[in-house]
C-alpha cells in the first residue's frame, strides 16, 4: 500500500528556510516521480517543484527551493530558503508511477496528507 506522510512544516519570518519532508512506504522513491504542490485558502493547488531523471520547479521558485530524495531513507524533501508571504499554503507531496516530468495534480495518484507552511512578514 503506497504511503506518503508530509513534515516540516511550520511559521516562519520572511526570509527564513524550511525544510520539508516526505516519507514514503509501499513503493521505492527512486523509481516515481515525486513532486510537491501548495495550495493557499481560495487559490487552486499549485505545482512548485519535482524529480523524475533530475529536478525542475515553479518559476516562482526557481533559484530558492531545491528537492531532493534520499534513496536510502525512501524519503523526498523540499529545501526552501528566502521566503515570503507569497508562500504560505498547505504543501503536499506526490508521486506517480510514470517517470516523466509531470507537473498538473491530475497525473499524480498517491498524495500525503498536507503540512502547513505560513511565512510571516
Known amino acids: 500500500q503506497v504511503q506518503l506522510v508530509e513534515s516540516g512544516g511550520g511559521l516562519v519570518q520572511a526570509g527564513g528556510s524550511l525544510r520539508l519532508s516526505c516519507a514514503a512506504s509501499?513503493?521505492?522513491?527512486?523509481?516515481?516521480?515525486m513532486g510537491w504542490f501548495r495550495q493557499a485558502p481560495g487559490k487552486e493547488r499549485e505545482f512548485v517543484a519535482a524529480?523524475?531523471?533530475?529536478?525542475y520547479y515553479a518559476d516562482s521558485v526557481k533559484g530558492r527551493f531545491t528537492i531532493s530524495r534520499d534513496n536510502a531513507k525512501n524519503t523526498m524533501y523540499l529545501h526552501m530558503n528566502s521566503l515570503n508571504p507569497e508562500d504560505t499554503a498547505v504543501y503536499y507531496c506526490?508521486?506517480?508511477?510514470?517517470?516523466?516530468?509531470?507537473?498538473?495534480?491530475?497525473?499524480?495518484?498517491?498524495w500525503g496528507q498536507g503540512t502547513q507552511v505560513t511565512v510571516s512578514s
Open positions: 506526490a508521486a506517480t508511477g510514470k517517470f516523466n516530468y509531470y507537473e498538473r495534480p491530475h497525473d499524480y495518484e498517491h
Open positions: 509501499g513503493f521505492t522513491v527512486s523509481t516515481y516521480t
Open positions: 524529480i523524475s531523471w533530475s529536478p
